[in-house]
């Protein structure tokens, strides 16, 4: 296993890329790598008055996605993530069953990360873009 590959591990047996929000929003993550991250949402729980799915729903399922690969990418460096700025075009509304959300990086540096997240329904049509810049700063002293 590499070394990238095996941090990868450890991050996600150590639940920091699991749990909090991700649990609340019933968020699961299904593919976590330095290059892409895919992860899915329910609409039932997370829609707005309307019956639609609630837009910041779909911010918190992109925020999330992008936050987890800028993680990746900064641990194998010793530095954490922190979101700084995000941006979303809503396209379609969503009523029922699940939004998938793929994460792809933009930009990856030393200080910062930078992703785009494109959001479907069940069908495959785009119902969200989003665009994440996150920091990454030293990690705390424990």
């Known amino acids: 296993m590499s070394t990238q590959a095996q941090e990868l591990k450890e991050l996600l047996e150590s639940g920091a890329l699991t ?39 779909s911010c918190v399922l992109a925020e999330s996605l992008g936050s987890i690969g800028s ?22 509304s969503v009523t029922e069953g699940h939004v998938t959300g793929v994460a792809t990086p933009v930009h990856l540096g030393r ?19 989003a665009r994440l810049t996150c920091m990454l700063r030293e990690a705390p002293a424990n």
């Open 19 to 57: 749990g909090g929000l991700l649990e609340t929003m019933g968020i699961e993550v299904t593919e976590a790598t330095p290059e892409r991250v895919v992860g899915r949402m329910p609409v039932e729980g997370n829609r707005q008055p309307f019956g639609l799915l609630h837009g910041g729903a």
């Open 71 to 92: 993680t990746v990418h900064a641990h194998a460096f010793g530095r954490v993530a922190v979101g700084i700025e995000i941006n979303a075009t809503h396209h379609r």
């Open 111 to 129: 200080t910062l990360a930078t992703w785009d997240i494109t959001i479907t329904d069940d069908a495959g049509k785009k119902v969200c873009t």
